[in-house]
């Protein structure tokens, strides 16, 4: 059972939309899904059309629970056929001051989802735009990260530091822990800079850059103001098309890794 994480450090790549249309599109391919929303923000929760409002538990809650003597709780609220998630609101905001003296804090999400690990067939994690305790949470629970970079030049600024980040994750707390993919986002094949960028993250990355491009695609930004990934409510449009083709990728080469 594959744990992802969607992670970038820099915000506006498309990790959230990442996130939400591959866990989506892996439920439509008949899978049963988990998406943990790890970022203040929400967007994943918002995105799903969960109303913040009216959560009893979120991630917050559960990390929590986490840090006491007995099982930690873990509360998925369901969204559609095969599809749950673990919504977050800015509450979690606050994991660093609350969680931050606590012994192991690095593996508190790890803890949680052993214990719905055999409740799912995957797992996708979307980290905040950062690389703080939350972020390394997600790493140090992840298999693998999908990692998504906008097709500009302030992209590759930054990416050695992840890079770096991954590599000290895999030799203190996380063995197991790979770059499965990284996902070139808002691409515009007539740039002439967007040509350039990909250019250079093949040739630094080789294989593992995603076959699939996630095109500049309008309808991937309007979809979170209907409630519903992309692949739900414009299933028709080139980015919607894109995401399902990382689906069926994820799911030849991820699968079994």
Known sequence: MPVLGVVNQKGGVGKTTTAVNLAAGLAARGQRVLLVDCDPQGNATTGLGIDKRALKATLFEALASATEEGTPTLEPVPVFAGLDLIPATLDLAGAEGAFGNVVGREMLLDDLLKTVHDRYDWIVLDAPPSLGLLTLNVLAASDAVLVPM?????????????MK?????????????????????????????????????????????????IPRNIRLSEAPSFGAPAISVFPSSRGAGAYLDLVDEVIRECAAA
């Open 150 to 162: 906008q097709c500009e030049f302030f992209s590759l600024e930054g990416l050695s530091q992840l």
């Open 165 to 213: 980040t991954i590599e000290a994750v895999r030799k203190r707390m996380n063995p197991r822990l790979k770059v499965a993919k990284v996902l070139l986002t808002m691409y515009d094949g007539r740039s002439r800079s967007t040509t350039q960028v990909a250019q250079e993250v093949r040739e630094f990355f080789g294989d593992k850059v995603s076959e699939v491009v």
